[in-house]
Every structure is written in C-alpha cells, then in structure tokens.
C-alpha cells in the first residue's frame, strides 16, 4: 500500500508538471489530484522539489531498463554501443515529448537539468562500463581508463540530448539516424583496435 501511495503521487505529480508546469503546480495540486489529504504527501515527500527529482528518476529509470536490455542481448559490444547511443538518444526525446510543459521548465533551468542528469549519469555510466569491459575482453576496445572513458562517453551523449530532441542538427544535414551513426563512428573509432 504504500509503495502504491507513493507510485501514485510520483505519476499524478508528472502529469500536473507536463500540463502546467513545475512552477505552476503546488502540493496541494498533487494531493488533491491523488485523492489524498495534504498531510498525506508529506509523509512521502517533504517538498515539490524532491517529488520533482522522484519524477526524474522514475521516467530515468525507463532509459535504464532499455539499455540493461541492450546489454543482455547476444550481439558484439561494438553492436551494443552502437544500439546504447541510438536507444540513449530516441528514449530522452520519447520522455521530454511526453512530458509536457515540464520540458518547457526543464530546459529553461539548467540548473534543474544537472540535477537530473546527476541522477542518472552514475548508473548509466555503470552500464557503459560493462558494455566496455566486453569490448575489451574480446579484443575489440583498446581502453586506458574504462571509468573515465564511459564517462566522458556519457557526458558527450548527454551534451547532444538538447539539440537531438529539439532537431535543431536537420539544418545541417543530420537527421536522427545520421546522428547515432557519427556518435557510435566517433566513439567507436577512439577505442576500438583494428
């Protein structure tokens, strides 16, 4: 029961935040909207702002379960880097899209931004480390520091996220899958050996 209180004040909290807005949506709004006294959501959290980044990582946690995906699967990890930047980048665009007005806010607040992308970029990285580890164990990726490497790989990916899910590359010729191929192209001929 309480694990189905608290889902339920994180999803009511992200759609009252893509249809009007952070700033414009109060506790109250929430609490109301789950049919639960206002006394109720302070038990689960203690300000907007901590609803907020429980509403990150809840959509976070949808990137994270696609790549784990991509990681069990059969393929080389030079497939699996590939098919982790294209999934990356087509996921966040899926999350902002659906999200509304909160994307709105969300770009206009950098600070918001780093916040979520904190969250997020110690598992992502994670997961990268394992995908790298595979390329180096076959023989595939040539790698002095994987950590270090993973993240600024993750970083790197990040920094496009912005001008990916606006489009704002088309007027130079990149269309999505242009996109994912120069990154995966990029990243790909840094480390790999041959």
């Known amino acids: 029961m309480v694990k189905k209180t608290r889902e339920k004040f994180i999803e009511v909290a992200r759609q009252l935040f893509a ?6 949506t109060t506790m109250n709004d929430i609490a109301s909207a789950s049919d639960k006294g206002r006394r109720t959501i302070y038990t689960y959290f203690k300000s907007k702002r901590e609803i907020f980044n429980a509403v990150i990582d809840n959509e976070s946690e ?8 991509i990681l069990a699967k059969p393929i080389s990890p030079e497939e699996k880097l590939q098919e982790y930047v294209g999934c990356r980048l087509q996921t ?4 902002v899209s659906r999200n509304g007005s909160l ?23 994670a997961l990268l ?11 595939d990726f040539r ?18 996220d912005v001008p990916y899910i606006r489009d704002s590359l088309s ?5 999505d899958e ?16 041959r």
């Open 178 to 193: 242009k996109i994912k191929k120069v990154i995966a192209d990029l990243i790909l001929n840094g480390i790999m050996t």
């Open 92 to 95: 966040m665009r899926e999350i």
């Open 103 to 125: 994307r709105a806010g969300f770009f206009r607040d950098v600070r918001k931004v780093d916040r979520a992308r904190a969250i997020i970029t110690r598992k992502e990285a």
């Open 19 to 24: 249809r009007k807005g952070v700033e414009n």
């Open 143 to 160: 790698i002095g520091n994987v950590k270090e490497c993973a993240l600024v790989i993750v970083n790197a990916v990040h920094g496009l």
């Open 62 to 69: 949808q990137l994270l379960v696609k790549l784990r995906m």
């Open 129 to 139: 480390i394992e995908i790298l580890h595979e390329g180096i164990a076959t023989g």
């Open 171 to 175: 007027q130079y010729g990149l269309g």
